[in-house]
């Protein structure tokens, strides 16, 4: 069984710009869910997926989308770069998407924002 | 809004005694909870949950405990060890709306030898 992965590990942009940050959960789970931590805070819930479909939303603006693929990975796209984008972005994944349904947490892209 | 709320960033404990780790929420329709451990440089790890209709649950040496009156839960580890040094999160979720977790700032643990 592989755990989840994300990349690029860091990732450095300059305010306006659009990034694309990618997952690969673990196989056979079809839910992945997106989260942005900024520093000294918890994990805030951007959105989730379930079977290429959105199916839950965070308090988070439409330039913040994403996309899931058959094949288990994922991706989280924010356009027109906000200095307040800066975070950790955690991906996780898991089975069915019940919230009795253990999440696995990728270790996260570090997202500068200049 | 902060809905679930960690009030103590850091935490140290002596090797072999009880660490105690706080979480308070105000969102009374909360009725799952969970708690994650967080190592540097790697994803959070889910350690234990409790639903509502509990107070408390128990798995090998962490036990969550949970007063709904108060809106409160805490985590206990016992015996501590080093290895359980690292940021533990609380996190709450409402069953009805199946997938919106709101997770805690985190409380850093550290086990001293």
């Known amino acids: 069984e592989t755990g989840v992965t994300q990349s690029p590990t860091h990732l450095i942009k300059t305010r306006g710009q659009q990034v694309t940050l990618r997952c690969s959960s673990q196989s056979g789970h079809n839910t992945v869910s997106w989260y942005q931590q900024a520093l000294g805070q918890g994990p805030q819930f951007i959105f989730q997926?379930?079977?290429?479909?959105?199916?839950g939303r965070g308090n988070f603006p439409p330039r913040f989308s994403g996309l899931q693929f058959p094949n288990y990975s994922s991706e989280l796209n924010v356009n027109a770069l906000e200095l307040d984008d800066s975070a950790l972005y955690l991906c996780a994944s898991s089975y069915s998407g019940g919230i009795t349904d253990t999440q696995y947490f990728g270790p996260g892209t570090r997202l500068t924002v200049l | 809004d902060q809905q679930v709320k960690q009030n103590s960033p850091s935490l140290s404990v002596q090797e072999g005694r009880i660490s105690i780790l706080n979480c308070d929420y105000t969102?009374?329709?909360?009725?799952?909870f969970l708690w994650y451990k967080k190592y540097p440089a790697e994803g959070p790890t889910f350690l234990i949950s409790?639903?509502?209709?509990?107070d408390k649950n128990e798995d090998g040496r962490f036990t969550v405990f949970l007063n709904k009156s108060a809106k409160h839960l805490s985590l206990h580890i016992v015996p501590s060890q080093p290895g359980d040094s690292a940021v533990y999160f609380c996190a709450a979720i409402e069953w009805n709306t199946g997938n919106q977790f709101y997770f805690g700032t985190g409380t850093s643990l550290t086990v001293i030898p």
């Open positions: 409790i639903s509502s209709i509990k």
């Open positions: 969102n009374s329709m909360f009725d799952y």
């Open positions: 997926y379930y079977r290429e479909e959105e199916n």
